[in-house]
């Protein structure tokens, strides 16, 4: 580029960060600095992801002295590098807890950098109206609505807490988009089981000009996985190679795996999966043995459960999948051998739960735990609930409405 601006060097140097390069990044900085440019509230955050990623204490204090010197301190950086941090942790209601209070101390306004954060931890949480009052800021704010960043995490918020229109009406609303934008949008269509809108909108994509990379094939594989379209999902991991002149990743592989085990054909899934170079990862020998697990298949999944019993040997996930599959066959024997491992391993089962979010406070539920102290009210509705399924079941869908009310 013949001339660059700042907006140029923030965008190279967050690209570096985004991609874990963390080296680059600090080398491309020296020569920022050797243009006699200051870095801004915008460039101070990435450098600080750098130091992390690098270790160096050192840096991180001279970019620290850069937000004293230059006026940032009672900025937003602060809060963007904190909230930035809980989401790389994957504590998300400490994100939104963080966002809170950030609304509190800046007299409820907000930073556009913190914005697709807050969004990416509301859709983790399924907190749908926190993610509505991000969203209607950003509306009454123009500089935030043509952000494409944003609008790429309101169509990910939406898509994750279940409102597939919404992530079309922002969709279709955006100015600006790019490759991520459209991929979300598959991702969308895909987990919500819209497999073949997921393919047109893939095909529209591509004949509009916009060269689909490594992550959208994955999310059309995976939509195709979803939806059980298994030549449509054949034709799209041949061109993989073929048409995008890209190498097949192991994600590409754990879908292609996933769609075929979940048809039923376990025997080409295990195919395909010795036909890659390497020995395979976890996520692909896992989506075999999860097919296994749906179609009763000892034999294949013995084979799956042996290689991740060395890829993971403390997931204790997998030696349970393996003994249902055993158990669901009588094969006592079979059960005891997995258990006896377990022990001796000391593999405790992490019992599954559900929860939900209400006031900025999760209730996690898991079968047969009472310690909450609306167990019982809880219990007795669940039970009404149930009983009403029933009766829908002999005389239509009429008491819905009235379960719902209850509920609430």
């Known amino acids: 580029m013949p001339v660059r601006n700042m907006h140029s060097w923030n965008i190279m140097i967050a690209s570096y960060i985004q991609n874990s390069l963390y080296s680059n990044a600090l080398a491309i900085f020296s ?51 904190m ?14 807890n963080c966002f809170r209070e950030m609304l509190l ?24 109206m926190k993610g509505k009052e991000v969203h209607g800021y950003v509306l009454k704010n123009c500089e935030f609505d043509v952000d494409t960043p944003i609008g790429n995490t309101l169509i990910d918020m939406y898509g994750k807490c279940g409102c597939l229109n919404d992530s079309e009406k922002v969709f279709k609303t955006m100015r ?5 934008t459209w991929t979300t949008m598959v991702s969308c269509y895909g987990m919500h089981g819209n497999g073949e809108e997921a393919l047109l909108l893939f095909q529209k ?5 916009i060269t689909p990379n490594s992550v959208t094939l994955t999310a059309v594989l995976a939509s195709c996985s979803h939806s059980g379209l298994i030549d449509q999902g054949k034709k799209i991991f041949n061109s993989i190679s073929s048409g995008y002149g890209l190498q097949p990743s192991a994600e590409h592989y754990a879908c292609m795996v996933d769609l075929f085990g979940r048809a039923g054909y376990l025997v080409e899934a295990l195919e395909l999966l010795r036909s890659m170079k390497s020995l395979g990862t ?7 043995l999860a097919g296994c697990v749906m179609h009763k298949n000892v034999e294949i999944a013995e084979i799956a459960a042996h290689h991740l019993f060395q890829l993971e040997p403390n997931n204790a996930s997998n030696y349970i999948a393996l003994c249902g599959i055993y158990q669901s066959h009588g094969m006592l024997d079979g059960i005891a051998t997995v258990r006896e491992r377990m022990r001796e391993q000391g593999l405790i089962k992490t019992p599954g739960c559900s929860w939900i ?23 007795r509705i669940t039970h009404q609930i149930s009983n009403t399924q029933l009766l829908d079941d002999d005389f239509g869908s009429v008491t819905h409405d009235d379960t719902c009310m209850m509920a609430l």
């Open 282 to 288: 976890g996520s692909v020998w896992g989506a075999l």
């Open 31 to 81: 020569e920022f600095k050797s243009c006699n440019l200051v870095p801004d509230h915008y460039t101070l955050p990435q450098l600080f992801k750098a130091c992390v990623g690098v270790g160096d204490a050192c840096f991180g204090k001279v970019c620290h002295g850069w937000v004293i010197k230059l006026g940032y301190e009672g900025d937003f950086v602060a809060w963007n590098l």
């Open 357 to 379: 979010s209400i006031g900025g406070r999760a209730h996690k539920f898991y079968q047969g735990d009472l310690s909450h102290p609306l167990s019982h009210l809880i219990e």
């Open 83 to 96: 909230i930035s941090g809980f989401l790389r942790a994957g504590l998300y209601l400490r994100v939104i």
């Open 105 to 128: 101390t800046n007299g409820g306004k907000m930073d556009s950098m913190s914005v697709p954060s807050i969004l990416i931890a509301c859709g983790r949480e399924g907190d749908l």
């Open 176 to 180: 600006s988009v790019n490759v991520v």
């Open 205 to 209: 994509m591509v004949n509009g000009g």
